[in-house]
């Protein structure tokens, strides 16, 4: 059975950090393309970032996180995380962690709830 379960979110003010984890089961993490996504109420999920299937561990992100956000995958802990520096409001939403249901590398196939989604965890920014 997969599964993802995130944590690390919670609240911290603008300027600070905060590190979510994506501790995957069922499946491996090193043959699937992952990625962060999040969601704000009446918006479409986004796309954060992702890591592909290669040793580099190729990523890619956002531009409104480029240079604040890191991905970054443990493949013997089956575990995937975000770092979130100099975080600002406009971060605040539900982060989910997720998982291309067919193994290979990135991008994602699709967004749909085919592939494996965890079941979110919220990050607040205050200014």
């Known amino acids: 059975q997969v599964q993802l379960v995130e944590s690390g979110g919670g609240s911290v003010q603008a300027g600070g950090s905060l590190r979510l984890s994506c501790a995957a089961s069922?499946?491996?993490?090193?043959?699937?393309?992952m990625g962060w996504f999040r969601q704000t109420p009446g918006k479409e999920r986004e796309e954060v970032a992702t890591i592909d299937t290669d040793s580099d561990g190729s990523t890619t992100y956002a531009d409104s996180v480029k240079g604040r956000f890191t991905i970054s995958k443990d493949n013997a802990k089956n575990t995937l995380y975000l770092q979130m520096n100099s975080v600002k409001p406009e971060d605040t939403a539900m982060y989910y962690c997720a998982a291309d249901s067919i193994s290979g590398p990135c991008p994602f196939a699709n967004y749909g709830d085919d592939n494996f989604w965890g079941q979110g965890t919220q990050v607040t920014v205050s200014s």
């Open positions: 069922g499946f491996s993490s090193s043959s699937h393309c």
